[in-house]
């Protein structure tokens, strides 16, 4: 718990927990993961269990978190603008923000982080921009191969939009931009089918235009900035 809490640079509180020291596998239940404190008291993620692996010897050796396997099942995940454009998960992944003691320095080294298998089962999402509104993705779906803080790695998502609707994203993530998340880099290939424009709150009903579009592009986020 606080190997991941380090590591994420977030609170991060287990439920009831089932471990195996010899196989390295942890299941837990009741997930919640800090936001940041910004954005108020609400954890940033909640899930109803995660399954873990791990390998020990890297770990208690010489400080490398090496996940083998990582697993949410059911997870709600908030992400949130403030009104200066900044966003809650900006900060994410970047490590302790706790001071660290010079006598102790050592054993407080920031973490090698890696998972070789991430998976995300049957989430959510709910989304909220300072301009206003909110969109909500349920049936979340996420697999990522390779993952790790200092290089990119493949994933593949897919989700239920709000107000109807698929979207799928298959490409390449990262390296991840530990002082600001909202810079790493993307590149993907894009999936819309029936994308109801009012419903998903890209027109008005009482503009008078709507209809439901399909979208099948690339896409690609560098510094920030969406293409």
């Known amino acids: 718990q606080a190997t991941l809490s380090q590591a994420l640079g977030r609170e991060v509180?287990?439920?009831?927990?089932?471990?195996?020291?010899?196989?390295?596998?942890?299941?837990?239940?009741?997930?919640?993961?800090?936001?940041?404190?910004?954005?108020?008291?609400?954890?940033f993620i909640t899930a109803q269990s995660l399954?873990?692996?791990?390998?020990?010897?890297?770990?208690?050796?010489?400080?490398?978190?090496?996940?083998?396997?990582?697993?949410?099942?059911?997870?709600?995940?908030?992400?949130?603008?403030?009104?200066?454009?900044?966003?809650?998960?900006?900060?994410?992944?970047?490590?302790t923000t706790q001071p660290v003691n010079p006598a102790s320095a050592a054993?407080?080294?920031?973490?090698?982080?890696?998972?070789?298998?991430?998976?995300?089962?049957?989430?959510s999402i709910e989304l909220k921009r300072a301009a206003g509104g909110a969109r909500d993705y349920q049936k979340v779906q996420l697999g990522a191969d390779h993952v790790g803080l200092g290089t990119a790695f493949p994933f593949s998502m897919s989700a239920n939009?709000?107000?109807?609707?698929?979207?799928?994203?298959?490409?390449?993530?990262g390296p991840w931009h530990a002082g600001d998340a909202v810079?790493?880099?993307?590149?993907?290939?894009?999936?819309?089918?029936?994308?109801?424009?009012?419903g998903a709150g890209l027109m008005e009903a009482g503009?008078?235009?709507g209809?439901?579009?399909?979208?099948?592009?690339?896409?690609s986020s560098n510094q920030g900035v969406l293409h």
């Not at 209809?211 to 896409?219: R, W």
């Open 13 to 43: 509180t287990l439920g009831k927990l089932h471990v195996s020291v010899w196989s390295g596998s942890l299941d837990a239940d009741d997930i919640r993961i800090s936001d940041d404190p910004a954005f108020g008291e609400q954890p």
């Open 51 to 95: 399954e873990l692996g791990v390998r020990l010897w890297p770990l208690l050796l010489h400080r490398e978190l090496r996940i083998v396997s990582l697993t949410l099942d059911h997870p709600a995940v908030r992400l949130l603008q403030s009104r200066d454009g900044s966003w809650n998960f900006a900060k994410f992944g970047g490590g």
């Open 107 to 123: 054993s407080q080294a920031p973490l090698a982080f890696s998972v070789d298998k991430l998976r995300i089962k049957d989430g």
């Open 161 to 173: 939009m709000a107000g109807g609707g698929t979207l799928k994203l298959d490409g390449k993530f």
């Open 183 to 198: 810079l790493t880099p993307v590149q993907a290939h894009l999936l819309m089918h029936d994308l109801d424009l009012v």
């Open 207 to 209: 503009e008078g235009v």
């Open 211 to 219: 209809g439901v579009l399909d979208i099948d592009t690339q896409i």
